[in-house]
């Protein structure tokens, strides 16, 4: 028995695309609440907390933290489903 997958439309994988975006941005945003609430929890303990604040400066500071890395991807997937709708559009209106 051999069993027929449809292939997505565009739209579905714009809506894909677009849905995986969301969750990225609040990937992003949830990683950068649990360090602020690890920072709240280490304020009793000053070596601790500046060590963390230390840390978190170096990496923000160089676009390198873990955050900014979730956001270059929901910009990535957002701009894949703008170029994925965009050419959809082209060849649609080629073939029309």
């Not at 990496?59 to 489903?81: D, F, K, M, N, P």
């Amino acid at each position: 028995m051999t069993t027929r997958m449809d292939a997505p439309t565009v739209a579905q994988l714009v809506a894909r695309l677009r849905s995986a975006s969301a969750a990225a941005g609040d990937a992003e945003q949830a990683a950068m609440l649990a360090f602020e609430g690890l920072l709240a929890k280490a304020a009793p303990y000053p070596d601790v907390h500046a060590a963390l604040a230390q840390y978190w400066q170096a990496r923000t500071g160089s676009g390198t933290a873990i955050c900014g890395h979730i956001g270059q991807v929901a910009e990535a997937l957002s701009e894949a489903a703008d170029e994925l709708e965009h050419d959809d559009q082209i060849v649609t209106g080629m073939l029309t």
